[in-house]
């Protein structure tokens, strides 16, 4: 089985996995993410477009706004 590691966790990893289908797959919902690829950040407009490579390190970042 090949995997990548998301917030720590280990998750299988597809072929032609994107950023866009890996937070589906983990029932990411929250709007204000950002996500970090490898230590790069990775842009929204492009989530769909980023492909996650086997072995990826990928950090999930909960962006909370509030005062």
């Known amino acids: 089985m ?3 590691t ?3 966790n280990t998750v ?3 072929e032609g996995l994107t950023i866009t289908t890996l937070l589906k797959k983990m029932n ?3 709007r204000m993410l950002v ?3 490898n230590g790069n950040l ?4 492009q989530y769909e477009s980023t492909i996650v490579p ?10 909370i ?3």
């Open 12 to 14: 299988e990893w597809e």
């Open 42 to 45: 990775v842009k929204k407009d």
């Open 6 to 8: 998301v917030n720590g």
């Open 35 to 37: 996500i970090k690829l």
């Open 2 to 4: 090949k995997n990548i």
């Open 28 to 30: 990411y919902t929250f």
């Open 65 to 67: 706004s509030g005062g």
């Open 54 to 63: 086997e072995g990826a390190d990928v950090a999930v970042i909960h962006l």
